[in-house]
Nanobody, 126 residues
């Protein structure tokens, strides 16, 4: 399985970006995709996740600081998970990574995800 994250960029505070995580290779009808981010000098932290069971029915989870501003969604036909980020703040500046576990079990722990994409930089200026 390979993951490709895209959509990062530089925006001003209050702006929006949409990240995409495209998966290729062997996947599963039940899976969980997580978005994580890592700011300079900080640990990689959980941002959001989506859990899908048998291609249908999904649950979403968010870190408290992004609730109401970020939305995670999926497009099964495109094997892609999106992270819509609105009302961006300078504190959201980080490299964002998507990760996949071939299991319909949600986890906010990075060690529970086997497959990782390369990060995409998000920079929010004040």
């Amino acid at each position: 399985v390979q993951l490709q994250a895209s959509g990062g960029g530089a925006v001003q505070a209050g702006g929006s970006l949409r990240l995409a995580c495209a998966a290729s290779g062997r996947t599963s009808s039940s899976y969980a995709v997580g978005w994580f981010r890592q700011a300079p000098g900080k640990e990689r932290e959980f941002v959001a996740a989506i859990k899908v069971i048998n291609w249908s029915g999904s649950n979403v989870y968010y870190q408290d600081s992004v609730k109401g501003r970020f939305t995670i969604s999926r497009d099964n036909a495109k094997n892609t998970v999106y992270l819509q980020m609105n009302s961006l703040e300078p504190e959201d500046t980080a490299v964002y990574y998507c990760a996949l576990r071939l299991s319909g079990i949600y986890s906010p722990l990075r060690d529970d995800y086997r497959y990782w994409g390369r990060g995409t930089q998000v920079t929010v200026s004040s």
